[in-house]
């Protein structure tokens, strides 16, 4: 089969390896109808030291089943699934309070033990937590926007989805969404899908903002930095913002949300902090008891509202990819991505 | 009248200076009952370089009003009130969400232009947002026990129960409290009075950890670091605590709490950071979903509702007082409280 791995920095090549075979009882083999590229691929894209190994990437997918392995219950071979990007057993207290990605058996893609999902074919590990099978659905006869939207499960617009929805937004509250990613714009679209009263979307790209407001921003700063704080504080008569998500994970992005939250506000993070330590004392959180949120989200436990609202056409979140490869165009695909010339790539088999 | 300056790390005088008059019609003068010693005093008086100015100290206060300006409505000459640690108008947008620490028109008690409450007398800015009446109470007739209570009012109890309030403590959680102080101790209690299942309290000394249990600690852990981690995992079945109440302000007491907070749970800091920046990336806080929240107490939101607990005997969170001294003996009572041979100072007038 083919798989992307990352040697460093820039270097991304497509692969001819053995397919993957169970291993465990637990596991399934899926055979992929669309996976996609990251955000978060594009961190390592940007920083990663050269090696000789590789690193299998990729956590995005759905696909077809191919084969189960005997203690699978849940899927059969045939089944169109989508996968969330941490694999979990569903069933540990941590899973039991839809906290999936601290699974206690659970992990990530992209290890050299469990491999990467943009690739044609992949193993799943624990398939019974790990893959949630679409109802009715044959993966062939859906049209590309319900693939694309469907595939947006996997992660990017539950992402966007936990950042509002741990953020508190409600109806009433300003949200201010920070970056024009496709998870900023995904959280724009669940604040929107949660009732937020306004929305203010930071980003500087027309092509990316336009889509924002017609996910549901009402406003659009452009500035950064401290013109862009100056300007969400006029916007909220100079009252900040009560939700802040950071869908980025530079610092500068942290800085501007502690400069623009509302005293007693939430800032909720989902962009992958590309830092360690950050401002949380007297200036910056603590003396206006700012509070913050976030983490890898629990897609799994959004999964099964979300794919009605996507099949129903109650969301339309595919709309962040606006690129289409196959899987041997990956390198190309990383390559638009990393110069911000697409949105968001979705990849073929 | 007397008041208290600090005058660099270690150098706390007690001076006599003009009395206070009215300056703003919204000002009120009183006289005070008690006041006392906090342990946020204590890091200036750890650490703070030496001045020829000397900054005016203290922060908490029950008092009679003396004085009143031309637009206070609230009280009069005679009443009997606690006064929040700070200052507000309690009508500004933010308190009338219950933020009042972070009024528009607020401030804090310890400037050259406000002054500080280690004094005989003091003035009282915003009077009516900024005090509130005992009712049916005559400063005189009430036992030292009550005064006690009282004078918790003014910042340490409702500080405690504010890291508890917004920690989110309910029946069924499990907390830890990081730092056996009187604001540790408050915290134990109030998690109490919220229902909490189970209480850990962190602490070193026997004495402060006895009366911790007796507001009711369940379990005491005496290691700190990388052992009172290992300590609380382990007493929470490697799951970590739901929420953990830091009560100290010092990088190694938030290290802890990071250490111990179970996935998607909360660290609540009232204790005033002395650090700006600390770990909030994957490592830390985002891999596994934790939340971070707590600032300066809004006391005044708390006052209405805790005066009549204190008054009916419902709660005693004035046992945190362990030593009595006059005003002239302040330098003293800082002295004891910096050795760790006090655990909070009461200050007579």
Chains 1, 2 share one sequence.
Request: with cysteine; aromatic share 6%.
């Amino acid at each position: 089969m083919l798989a992307t791995f990352m040697y460093g920095a820039g270097d991304v090549r497509v692969e001819t390896v053995p397919d993957p075979i169970i291993k465990n009882p637990t596991d399934a083999i899926v055979r992929t109808v669309r996976s996609c590229i990251c955000g978060s691929d594009l961190h390592p894209y940007h920083s990663m030291h050269a090696t000789h190994q590789g690193n299998p990437m990729g956590h995005e997918l759905i696909a077809v089943v191919e084969e189960v392995g005997a203690e699978v219950a849940s899927v059969k071979p045939g089944d169109f699934v989508v996968a969330p990007f941490a694999f979990q057993d569903n069933t540990c207290v941590f899973c039991r309070e839809g906290l999936q990605t601290s699974c206690i058996h659970g992990g990530w893609y992209g290890s050299a033990e469990t491999g990467g999902l943009q690739a044609s074919l992949a193993r799943i590990p624990l398939a019974d937590g790990s893959l949630v099978k679409v109802p009715d659905v044959d993966g062939d006869s859906l049209d590309e926007g319900l693939l694309a939207s469907l595939l947006t499960l996997s992660d990017v617009y539950l992402t966007g989805y936990h950042a509002a929805r741990v953020g508190r937004v409600k109806p009433g509250k300003t949200v201010t969404v920070i970056g024009d990613g496709a998870v900023g714009l995904s959280a724009v679209l669940a604040s929107r899908q949660l009732g937020a009263e306004r929305i203010i979307l930071m980003g500087r790209h027309a092509v990316r903002t336009d889509l924002g407001v017609e996910f549901g921003a009402t406003d659009v700063v452009a500035e950064r930095g401290a013109e862009g704080v100056a300007r969400v504080m006029d916007l909220t008569s100079g009252e900040g913002s009560h939700i802040v998500l950071e869908a980025v994970g530079h610092m500068p992005a942290y800085e501007q949300a502690y400069g623009i939250v509302r005293p007693g506000g939430i800032i909720s993070r989902v962009g992958v902090p590309q830092y360690e330590e950050a401002p949380i004392g007297f200036g910056s959180l603590f003396g206006k008891n700012a509070r913050l949120a976030g983490g890898p989200a629990p897609v799994r436990a959004y999964l099964d509202a979300a794919i009605p609202q996507v099949l129903s056409g109650e969301i339309d979140p595919g709309r962040v990819f606006d690129r289409t490869i196959t899987l041997q165009e990956v390198p190309a695909g990383y390559a638009a991505m990393g110069a911000r010339e697409a949105l968001k790539v979705m990849v073929t088999a």
